[in-house]
């Protein structure tokens, strides 16, 4: 693969979690790219508080790569400090996944 593929379209929210943890993300942008034949999935975006400029306790984001079977073919976290949090940060995680068809992203906030 020479370029990166946008595979944005595939990204999943889930308003309920941001809402609960006082924040909304937005910009998500998830790519696709090989790196001497590993794949790779990269998603971006910003976390943004929802009332005022700071979060009320430290934050994981939670991304899981999906195939087209359902199943969890790869995970990871980013942290958000409460502490160095001030309206809003952005964010970029790269997950080495397998060869699947990926047929979702989620991308949620959960407390630490």
Do not use: C, Q, W
């Amino acid at each position: 693969m020479a370029d990166a593929r946008d595979i944005s379209d595939v990204i999943e929210r889930i308003d309920a979690f941001e809402t609960r943890n006082g924040v909304r993300m937005e910009g998500l942008y998830a790519k696709l790219t090989e790196v001497r034949s590993e794949l790779f999935v990269t998603v971006i975006g910003e976390l943004h508080a929802l009332a005022g400029r700071g979060l009320s306790s430290d934050l994981e984001i939670v991304i899981s790569v999906h195939d087209d079977k359902g199943r969890v073919v790869a995970t990871d976290v980013t942290y958000i400090s409460e502490d160095t949090f001030f309206g809003f940060e952005v964010f970029s995680e790269r997950i080495e996944v397998p060869r699947v068809d990926i047929a979702k992203i989620r991308v949620y906030p959960k407390a630490s």
